[in-house]
């Protein structure tokens, strides 16, 4: 945290993707208040831990002001050993619930856009009428799944992999969609970018990745900021009212 605040990071998002961690993402937010909201969730690793009682426990804990979103959540076709018809109806339910208490989404969607967006239409037949209604983060479809998200009012949250040599399909989509639905993030510790793959990425690489977004639209480093910080500081209500002092 100390590295990423050394270069520039002012806000981060900490994600849980399960209840056996939901308590340390709350203690890492009330440890810093102003510097750290918590995302709780259930990744869709976890779909099958799904159970009404846990359903009940994230309503109530989202509301909770450390809490700045629901995720992650969502399909995973690629590394998930839970069968998709169990994701499915999971991810459907906490989407719902992240519609219900108007707490934005954090998505994980691994391979699985073609499942992923006739939920999304069903939940959510229009955009919002202002601001996101989550991200997809790291997102990794082409440019008419980043075309329909856009539409419907979603960001798109961009990691290492735009760095990656190979991945001009990716930079070509989020080019396409343009700076003002994309946010900056790092997935750490996975996704590392081009100059650290291999090594435990962390939050402090978000400089590289605004580097290659700033390449990507033929804008400065600061633009990438200024635009990608008021989108996060947009979807996640990253004010600093209602936090707990
Ligand atoms: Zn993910």
Redesign the pocket.
């Known amino acids: 945290m100390s590295r990423a605040e050394s270069l520039g990071v002012r806000r981060l998002v900490e994600i849980a993707d399960g209840p056996q961690e939901w308590a340390q993402a709350l203690s890492l937010s009330r440890a810093r208040p102003r510097f750290v909201r918590a995302a709780l969730g259930l ?1 869709p690793y976890h779909a099958d831990q799904f159970s009404e009682e846990l359903f009940s426990a994230l309503s109530k804990k989202t509301l909770l002001p450390e809490v700045a979103a629901i995720g ?1 959540i ?1 399909l995973d076709y690629a590394k998930s050993s839970i069968a998709a018809d169990i994701q499915r109806p999971v991810f459907e339910r906490l989407l719902s619930l992240s519609k219900s208490l108007k707490k934005p989404c954090v998505i ?1 969607c ?1 391979e699985a856009y073609q499942d992923m967006i006739p939920i999304i239409e069903k939940i959510y037949p229009h955009p919002p009428e202002s601001g996101f209604w989550g991200v997809v ?2 997102f990794s479809g082409g440019s008419p799944e980043a075309a329909f998200l856009k539409e419907k009012g979603f960001a798109l949250g961009v990691d290492g992999p735009v760095t990656y040599p190979k991945n001009n399909a990716l930079r070509e989509a989020l080019r396409l969609a343009g700076l003002e639905c994309l946010v900056l993030e790092t ?1 750490s510790p996975y996704l590392p970018p081009q100059s650290s793959r291999g090594k435990r990425n962390e939050p402090s690489a978000i400089p590289e990745i605004a580097a290659k977004v700033a390449d990507l639209f033929c804008v400065s480093i600061s633009h990438v900021a200024e635009m990608t910080t008021r989108n996060a500081v947009t979807l996640f209500s990253l004010t600093d009212q209602g936090v707990v002092k």
Do not use: K, L, M, P
């Open positions: 990744h992650e969502g994980h691994r983060h790291c997935d």
